[in-house]
C-alpha cells in the first residue's frame, strides 16, 4: 500500500537540503536534515554535554489523516556521539501544519556540532487508531493483574 504524504518548504528554508527518503526497500524510517536559518547556515549549532536544543528541518508536512509522523534517533548519532531525540518517539499530528523540528540532546561528554544539512533524526510513519473513552468501575481480570516493574523477572 502506498499513500502520499505532501511536504513543502518553510519561508527561508533552504531547498537544496533533501527531503525524507527511504534508504533501503526494507527501511521504516526516513532521515530528517537540520535546515538552519540562512543567518546561522554557516556556522551551525553546538550542542554542549547535558544541553538540548530546538533543531529546524525547514519541512512542513500534509499527514494522511488517521496517520502521524513519529520523530526518533538514529542509531549512529546515540551510540557515537551519545546524541538522541528527548522526547522520542516525538509526534506530529495529522492536523498540524506548521514546521517539524527535533529536540536533540547531548547526552555524551563532548559538545557535539550539528552543521547544516546533517541528518539529525529519523521519521516513521504510522497508523493511528482513536479510541472512545469510558469511564468505568470494573475491568476484566488478567492473570498478570496489576503486577508492573519486574514482575515478570529477570532472566
Do not use: W
Request: hydrophobic share 35%; charged share 25%; proline share 5%.
Amino acid at each position: 500500500m502506498s499513500l502520499t504524504l505532501k511536504i513543502r518548504h518553510t519561508s527561508g528554508a533552504d531547498e537544496n537540503i533533501p527531503i525524507p527518503k527511504y534508504a533501503t526497500t526494507g527501511s521504516s524510517g526516513a532521515d530528517l536534515r537540520a535546515n538552519f536559518p540562512e543567518s546561522i547556515r554557516n556556522f551551525g549549532k553546538i550542542l554542549l554535554p547535558g544541553c538540548r536544543s530546538l533543531i529546524p528541518t525547514g519541512l512542513m508536512m500534509e499527514i494522511p489523516e488517521g496517520h502521524e509522523v513519529q520523530i526518533r534517533p538514529r542509531s549512529g548519532l546515540a551510540i557515537k556521539n551519545g546524541v538522541t531525540v528527548l522526547n522520542s518517539p516525538g509526534t506530529i499530528d495529522s492536523d498540524y501544519r506548521g514546521e517539524v523540528a527535533v529536540i536533540l540532546i547531548n547526552f555524551g561528554d563532548k559538545e557535539f556540532k550539528i552543521s547544516h544539512g546533517d541528518r539529525i533524526a529519523q521519521m516513521v510513519v504510522a497508523e493511528v487508531v482513536q479510541m472512545e473513552f469510558l469511564l468505568s468501575k470494573d475491568l476484566a481480570k488478567t492473570e498478570r493483574g496489576a503486577t508492573g516493574f519486574g514482575s515478570t523477572g529477570i532472566d
